[in-house]
């Protein structure tokens, strides 16, 4: 059985750091990324990480968050810096089996899911 699980979340000032991580099990994927999705708003891409360790990160993190992975412990990690309040939301993991290359930073290219990690940063 597939699963995801995230960790890491919090509450934070901002100007903090955290680091969100997510475990999977069940299955290697070939890539993972993060999504978010603050309260009456669309889930939105945030960062994925192919399996050749292509990132791709969207115009609102770029520079503040790094994403990561580590094949040994099947595990992908979100180092977020610089956290803003815009940055509050839940994040969610998401993995793709699929090795076709497709773009991956859109939700449909995902084909599991975790239950998501609230982070709140206040100003």
């Known amino acids: 059985q597939v699963q995801l699980v995230e960790s890491g979340g919090g509450s934070v000032q901002a100007g903090a750091s955290l680091r969100l991580s997510c475990a999977a099990s069940?299955?290697?994927?070939?890539?993972m990324g993060w999504f978010r999705q603050a309260p009456g708003k669309e889930r939105e891409f945030v960062a994925s990480i192919r399996w050749n360790n292509n990132t791709y990160y969207a115009n609102s993190v770029k520079g503040r968050f790094t994403i990561s992975r580590d094949n040994t412990k099947n595990t992908v990690y979100l180092q977020m810096n610089s956290l803003k309040p815009e940055d509050t939301a839940v994040y969610f993991c998401a993995a793709r089996t699929g090795l076709t290359f497709v773009v991956v930073t859109t939700r449909g290219a995902y084909d599991y899911w975790g239950q998501g990690t609230q982070v709140t940063v206040s100003s």
């Open positions: 069940g299955r290697t994927f070939s890539t």
